[in-house]
């Protein structure tokens, strides 16, 4: 049969033709003028390129890393040998009996070499190529003469689109055959194929589960997904602090048992209350089962919404011993019903507290009414209290007006900065205390109120009573359970809490999407001395938010006077400090003299001079 091949070289007219795959390779072998005796130039990669088309083709080296070595394992020892190659026909990998790979490596049928048509002439790698379909190329068959010791079967390897990936070939000495090689080399390709296949799968898997996240961290609303077996497989950051749980206590819990739900939460339809969150404040949730074509069900996704009570904030952040105890402290207040005074100064929490007492109170379903008393002019404070009747002055209210004792009915009222009520409506508040009944101003009927005071004051009250601006008798009507509030420099671990809240929340209310914050400016924040408190922390976060161009906070958002602040403590260690002080002393006993506060200090005068100079000490 040999003597087809040698007919059609020659170019002498032939009654009998090789298959027509080869023929049609063998035409387009004669049209590119190859030489049929040799290959004239080996098309080889230098080690460089070879490493950089390996890298391409990692997905594709990936998928085979497995079917390669299983395909030796059938072929049982034999003397054959597997190829991947890339889509341009350059071999990647080799692997199969030692003597059969050496004698390959004569026609350079190894890696780096490059097994196209046009380099090689017809061969079962470049003819899966140019036909891309499976080929079978054995002894003569091979255009080039040289080849001829080879029997090769190969097969394009395509992705889920169709688009070319490479080539698997088994390729072993000329008059091996064996039928079934066919098909070994077709189970090879769909092997690799069905691997490409489900990488892709897992690839595309990924990203949307990232995607979700990243999207999820965007909304300023709770975002929980739910498998089809209940469990919470996603929750951002909203959805934690909504819930007042840690996420390792959320991620991977059945959803009924986090929602403190009897029914299965993915059940639930449109709008359903749910009784969340540590706090006890109550969430809004909206869920909605995802099906697949089918209808089959395969989860549930929902959005957590803070009802109106908790937009008034109720719940609280802190990690601190001292919050903790705070807040536990308030809520043993809140079984009793007595008057609760809050100290603490400005921006620590007091407002928050009170509606944490109230709300954990018997009287949680009743209103919270607060009044100021610092922000309202003192004439209108007593109208504000207590209300006014009819026509009791000029411009009043037709049917009078309720005071806020009379809208806090059954619930709480707050008397923020109780210390700057004047002298003569702190009277009517001890009677009011006492007879638990009120007058609207002008009016001559008694009203029943029903309403538990909490005072707050960031003044001592005492100091206030001892210098005649506070009644006595009120101070000790009003402090009958006293709640300290430190300030946050003295639970400065709650920052870890607070800051990343703030941020979130500032994010939310200016459109910004999700941000992270560095452990550098973490670090600045919990070195700075807060006067102005959580609400300062608060404003900070705001500006920084609001200023900030990347997703990342760093040192360089801080604001000019708390990064001014936390510098000095940076460059100025306690080490230095004490140093100094030391050499002050010194010379102060020495009274400026170098020598005895150098001998003093147990060092040479020299040295003295140098460590003066460094610590700017004037001499
Ligand atoms: N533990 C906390 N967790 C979360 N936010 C808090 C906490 N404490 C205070 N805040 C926030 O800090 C800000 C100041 O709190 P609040 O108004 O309760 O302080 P205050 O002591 O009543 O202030 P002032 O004395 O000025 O009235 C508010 O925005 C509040 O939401």
Known sequence: MAKLWQRFVNGEQTDEEPDSVILRSWHRCRENRLDFQQVARNDLLPANLLQQRVEENEELLQAAKDVLPFLIRYLKGREFIVLLCDHDGYVLKALGHPTFLSKAQTVALSPGANWREEAKGTNAIGTALSERQAVKVLGWEHYVRENHFLNCWAAPIKDARGELLGV??????????????????????????QNLHVNELQNSYRFCSAGIKMASQM????F???????EITEINDAGVYMLGKRREDVLGRPAAEVFESKTNVAFYGEGQKLPVSESGTPLQSSFNQVKDEKGDFLGAVGVLQPTLQQKEQTFWLGRSEETKKSFQNGAKAASTLSTVLIQGESGTGKEVMARYVHQMSPRHRGPFVALNCAAIPQTLIESELFGYADGSFTGAKKGGQPGKFEMAQNGTIFLDEVGDMPHNVQATLLRVLQEKEIY???DTKTRKVNAR????????????VDEGRFRLDLYYRLKVVTLNIPPLRERSEDI?????????????EQGRSAMAVSDALYKRLLAYGWPGNIRELQNCVESMVALAEGNVLGEDDL??????????EDTCSLLEKQTRQVILEALDKTKGKIAPAARMLGIGRTTLYRKMEEYNIKG
């Open 496 to 508: 870890l809490d607070l800051v990343p809240y703030f941020v979130h929340k500032a994010c939310a």
């Open 168 to 193: 698997l070939d088994i390729s072993g000495a000329c008059g091996i055959t064996d039928e079934r090689l066919c098909e070994l080399v077709l189970m090879g390709t769909r092997m690799i194929e």
């Open 219 to 222: 909304l300023r609303d709770g």
């Open 559 to 568: 604001p000019l006077e708390v990064a001014s602040a936390t510098m000095a």
């Open 453 to 464: 005071i909490i005072a707050a004051t960031n003044q001592d009250l005492k100091k206030l």
């Open 440 to 442: 609207r101003i002008g």
């Open 224 to 230: 929980v997904t739910i498998n089809n077996r209940g």
